[in-house]
């Protein structure tokens, strides 16, 4: 049986008020008494009774981390049979960070996860009931009827991932065709072309690991760009939503003065909001830098407000604006709705297809209605999060670099002037990792896979 | 008009396809052997010469002794792919390699431009030669009994094979048997609207075993496929042909034939097109093929497909090669390779006709489809038994396979464990990873196939591993095993195996200095000279260079046989390639290692969807990763299947261990 240690958090990572790590193994109660001290320095935690709460604080060193609450349970009267230990502290992200790297440092490992689970099952803790349970989950998940909120971000991967793999073994079903049937379809020089390809698929691969580097997800949201022409109030708007009562998450300032970048989260949704320089025909060479920028901005959004001044008539620019959006996931906000209305709903409609609300950014009405639209579109699916910002897991991030590594190899091959049958080789490693991500590969190791979609402390 | 279905079309039929009244023939017991092949075509052949090779008293049943190792098709063994097949034949202690290096007129190394994984060899055969070759080894072979007689029916005692009984009554009772009856069971050949109840080259067809087998509850299904006309040579124009020549150096199919032996006067091939004008005769005249009439209800295969089927499925080609091959040294027929056809005779006649050098030649055989019952291999076994019936085995085109080499592989096999199972020693299966074998019979056992089945490189994951080159490396020890390879082979092959060990180590270790030799060397084949010193390998990794180039830079090289220097070559060469290709067969070795239990009820696993319980169940896979080769059964399922196996033996382990605690 495993018997390493492993440990983790296994409360989510958030502000809440208390944070809990919790580690499991042979070792877990003496690496906990390597860091743990008790008010009177001499209680030794491999000495007390199991099932008992100590009060204390942890040390990395001479350093303190925090003060806590240690919860021994020996094996097998615990969730996982070994030997387990709960350390419950003041939470803050921080601070747990801290805590587990001190607790990795002497001497346990970081869970994969599910591990906790897995070695719940492993252990015979879970009974056949709960397994199938796990079961469910499994097939839920390649039904895609799990596909709710929380795998949003799963959503928008797997399209990609979907297409790299499609591409890929395109090429390779060529290559195979060409040598079973070289009368008919002739592989020389399939090299350059494949070549092309394939640093596109790299480029692509190498996008999303960078992404998976610098945890971009807590930091950044849905890409929410603010459109419309000058005048029409996206900067009251921008304003009531940062207002007092709106949590901002932090504050980045506009790399230009043009653009005003600022995180929110509406209803736990978290959005990154660029709020733009009005759109309009000018000969202003400033003015014109901002809206050409605006524009690209709205064309990699993951949605777009676009404000209307429903006090003023529609005019070019508003037309330019719609045939910009057209395509896009758009919530259109009719603002200005405290003056006589000259634009209504139905004028808009004729040209957009999307939910328009009244509002009035002055007045602050019409923001409840905004709010639950944003939910719905976003529990609904109907708004995806951008495509850089999802891989978070580890065994997805570690698929991807060995999809790259594969690919690299291609490339080699390419350049080495390999024959053709050689290139596929590496195609199909690659075409495997991609799979293990969207669960398209057949797993070598059974309760790895199906454990990992547990949360990591459970 | 023409009638394409006669009334009354199944009361015809069976009148045609023979319901004799046997009711007063005789019954009688001849002495009982312990293996009963019935069918000696290329299976038939491999399935008994292994038998009997193994010590077993064998007997091989055949409609008729002329048609032993009969090649009714192309005149030839091996091509990409099949010629891996054929040396795996060899390495495992077969026949079908020994006897094309006796009887081949041309010989031709495929492929060999590209990469070592996918050189593959061919041969011309002279087939009246290739034929009588194989028909006196079967009767100088020893405890191998020759008899013509067509089997009717097989006996079936508690679900064991226990006989096979004759057209004229004759019963013989067998602890095995292996069925190789290739595309004669109530075989019909179409030629157009006309149909002739006969197997192959109008031999008799054996129209009764179906029945017997459809009562011992095997499913048959229809399968088809085509053979083209055969040309007078004297009247073709080869002027307007290529000429396909052999290759300078032959290769011998055989690792035990000397190479020497098979350096001879080769025969060639000719190459020529159809044009737009042939293309036109067909599409004008489809409605008269009867596959696209319905008349056929067999399936025919993709990869092998007919001039008709290529028309219609390469709308766009403007031509399509044919090649004119020699039937054999002493006779005047050429094999119109490329134009297999059902049409109708005087489709045939207008259409050959119209392809370059054909203008005026004599058609000596039409080309013709044969219809034949078939199974659908997924009531064997991996080792090709009857999951059903104990001890029936089959092998060859009945198993829904198409191809000579295919019909050998299966037929060495299904002959091999039908000998284990009598001696009562394990059974031998092949993995995807062992050989071309290996991942032919899976296909056949696990995968649905609704046409007949023909091997390709691309079927093969491991293939950089599964060259034609090393077949003895991967299984002659395993033939050593079986008991088909001698000691002598085995140890020669262990001192090459011991030879290129060394030679891989000591070009590894041999430094070359950057002296204006080597620079000089290096510069006239066309590579870029050294800055530093370099190991002999990294020299021969470049992709310019070989082994045998840098001689003269290698002072210390000993004179080692080809066998040996090409191994160290490609071994060096591809290093990184074999070595991920290696990997990838460690990852597929552990699901193949996941046993699966035959005796598991899928229905009631909970979690797996229907259609891979139903899947599941009929196919009843023997491990994890056989079962994740099933259509239809997804990741999702295996995932399933997975947990539920961890369960179970988590379950076992528990109970193992209360029960020895109770002890």
């Known amino acids: 049986m495993q018997s390493d240690t492993i440990a983790a958090i296994s409360t989510g990572m958030t502000n809440a008020g208390i944070g809990k790590i919790r580690l499991s193994g042979d070792d877990a109660v003496a690496i906990a008494d390597r860091i743990y001290r008790s008010p009177g320095g001499r209680k030794k935690l491999s000495e007390v009774l199991t099932h008992t709460i100590h009060y204390g604080y942890i040390y990395d060193g001479d350093c303190m981390i925090d003060e ?57 803790r879970i009974d056949l009931s709960q397994a199938e349970a796990v079961i469910d989950v499994i097939n839920a998940k390649s039904d ?25 073994i395109g090429n390779i079903a ?61 900067s009251s708007l921008m304003n009531v939503l940062l207002g007092e009562n709106r949590a901002i998450v932090t504050e980045i300032a506009g790399t230009t003065r043009d653009t005003l970048e600022e995180n929110v989260s509406i209803h736990g949704i978290p959005l990154n909001i660029i709020d733009t320089a009005g759109i309009r025909q000018t000969e202003d060479v400033v003015e014109k830098i901002g809206v050409k920028k605006a524009i690209g901005f709205a064309e990699e959004a993951d949605l777009i407000i676009y404000v209307v001044d429903s006090s003023t008539e529609m005019d070019q620019n508003d037309e330019n604006i719609i045939r910009m959006i057209r395509d896009k996931k758009v919530i259109v906000l009719m603002n200005k709705s405290d003056l006589k209305p000259v634009v209504s709903c139905s004028d808009i409609e004729q040209h957009l297809q999307a939910p328009i609300i009244e509002i009035s950014a002055r007045e602050e009405t019409g923001l409840d209605a905004f709010e639950n639209t944003l939910k719905d579109m976003f529990f609904a699916g109907d708004i995806h999060y951008n495509d850089e910002l999802c891989i978070t897991n580890v065994r997805h991030k570690a698929a991807i670099a060995a999809a790259l590594e594969s690919l690299k190899m291609v490339m080699n091959s390419i350049n080495d002037g390999m024959p053709e049958d050689f290139f596929s080789i590496d195609l199909m490693d690659a075409y495997e990792q991609l799979g293990h991500i969207i669960g398209e590969a057949v797993e070598d190791d059974l309760v790895d896979t199906i454990f990992s979609d547990f949360c990591m402390g459970k | 008009m023409f009638s394409h279905k006669p009334e009354n079309f199944e009361a015809s039929e069976a009148k045609r396809y023979g319901k004799n009244n046997r009711s007063k023939t005789v019954e009688y017991k001849y002495e009982a052997y312990d293996v009963a092949v019935i069918g000696a075509g290329h299976a038939g052949c491999e399935a008994a010469l292994a038998c009997a090779r193994l010590g077993l008293k064998t007997i091989i049943f055949t409609i008729s002794v002329e048609s032993i190792a009969m090649m009714p098709c192309n005149p030839n063994i091996g091509g990409s792919s099949k010629g891996h097949l054929v040396r795996e034949i060899d390495a495992l202690g077969g026949e079908m390699g020994k006897n094309i290096d006796k009887t081949f007129i041309q010989s031709k190394m495929l492929n060999s431009s590209k990469g070592p994984a996918v050189h593959s060899l061919r041969a011309q055969a002279d087939k009246a030669d290739y034929s009588r070759e194989m028909r006196q080894t079967l009767e100088n072979t020893e405890n191998l009994t020759i008899k013509q007689a067509e089997i009717v029916d097989i006996i079936v005692e508690e679900g064991s094979i226990t006989g096979v009984k004759t057209y004229t009554g004759g019963i013989y009772p067998c602890k095995a048997a292996v069925l190789a009856t290739g595309t004669y069971l109530k075989a019909r050949c179409l030629c157009g609207e006309t149909i002739t109840y006969t197997g192959p080259n109008g031999l008799k067809a054996a129209n009764d075993l179906s029945d017997a087998l459809r009562r011992e509850g095997i499913e048959l299904v229809r399968f088809k496929t085509g053979t083209p006309a055969r040309m007078d040579k004297r009247t073709i124009d080869f002027s307007k042909m290529v000429e396909q020549f052999g290759d300078k150096a032959v290769v011998p ?89 059902s049409l109708p005779e005087d489709v045939q006649y207008r259409m050959y006709h119209t392809v370059p050098g054909l203008e005026n030649a004599r058609i000596v055989r039409n080309a013709y489809a044969i219809e034949y019952d078939c199974i659908p291999a997924i009531q064997l076994k991996p080792t090709l038994e009857f999951k059903k019936i104990n001890g029936l085995f089959s092998g060859g085109q009945f198993n829904g396979s198409s191809g000579y080499e295919e019909a050998a592989a299966q037929g060495l096999m299904a002959g091999i464990n039908a000998a284990m199972k009598v001696l009562g020693r394990d059974q031998v299966i092949l993995k995807r990873s062992d050989a071309y074998i290996g991942v032919l019979i899976d296909d056949l056992v696990t995968k649905e196939t609704h046409e007949p089945y023909r091997m390709m490189t691309s079927r093969a994951e491991y293939r950089l591993l599964l060259r034609q080159d090393n077949a003895d490396q991967r299984l002659t020890a395993i033939g050593h095993d079986i008991g088909l390879i001698d000691d002598v082979r085995y140890q020669h092959l262990l001192q090459k195996e011991v030879l290129i060990y060394r030679e891989i180590e000591r070009v590894s270790h041999v430094n070359i200095g950057a002296g204006p030799k080597t620079q000089k060397l290096l510069e006239a084949c066309g590579s870029t000279p050294l800055k530093t010193a370099a190991t002999l390998a990294e020299l021969i ?8 180039m840098l001689a003269d830079i290698d002072e210390e090289r000993q004179n080692l046989p080809d066998e040996v220097t090409n191994q160290v070559e490609i071994s060096i060469k591809y290093d990184g390639y074999i070595k991920r290709q290696l990997s990838q067969v460690e990852k597929f070795k552990k699901l193949e290692n996941k046993v699966l239990p035959d005796d598991i009820c899928y229905s009631e696993i909970h979690g797996l969807r229907i259609e891979a319980q139903q899947k599941l169940d009929k196919i009843k896979p023997v491990s994890i990763g056989q079962a994740s080769r099933i259509s239809g059964v997804t990741p999702a399922d295996i995932s399933v299947l997975l947990i539920y196996l961890s369960q179970n033996n988590q379950k076992q382990h528990e109970q193992e261990s209360s029960a020895s605690e109770n002890k």
């Open chain 1, 68 to 124: 806590v609450l240690v919860l021994i349970m020996r094996g097998p009267n615990s969730y996982t049979r070994e030997d387990v230990v709960e350390i419950d502290c003041h939470g803050g992200v921080v601070v747990m960070q801290r805590l587990l790297e001190t607790v990795l440092k002497y001497g346990a490992r970081l869970a994969e996860p599910g591990e906790f689970t897995k070695r719940a099952f492993l252990n015979g």
């Open chain 1, 144 to 168: 895609m009827a799990l596909e709710s909120s929380l795998s949003q971000l799963r959503g928008s991967v797997k399209q990609k991932i979907e297409k790299l793999r499609k591409g890929i």
């Open chain 1, 174 to 234: 060529f290559i195979e065709a060409a040598l079973d049937d070289p009368e008919h379809i002739q592989a020389e020089g399939f090299g350059d072309e494949l070549a092309v390809q394939v640093r596109g698929y790299m480029d692509e691969l190498q996008k999303m690991l960078d992404s998976a580097d610098n945890g971009r997800i807590i930091k950044e949201g849905i890409k929410t760009v603010i459109l419309g022409k000058p005048n029409a109030g996206k």
């Open chain 2, 253 to 341: 199919f055989s690792f035990t034939t000397d190479p020497a032996s098979v350096q001879k006067e080769q025969v060639s091939c000719w190459l020529t097109y159809t044009n737009e004008e042939t293309h036109q005769i067909i599409r004008d005249n489809l409605d008269r093929s009867p596959i696209y009439a319905g008349i056929i209800e067999g399936t025919g295969p993709r990869y092998c497909p007919s001039i008709e089927d290529k028309i219609v499925k390469f709308a766009d080609k403007n031509r399509h090669q044919v090649f004119l091959e020699p039937e054999g040294l002493h006779t005047n027929e050429m094999y119109v390779g490329g134009m297999s056809s």
């Open chain 2, 541 to 548: 990794r470049r992709p310019e260079l070989t082994y045998k």
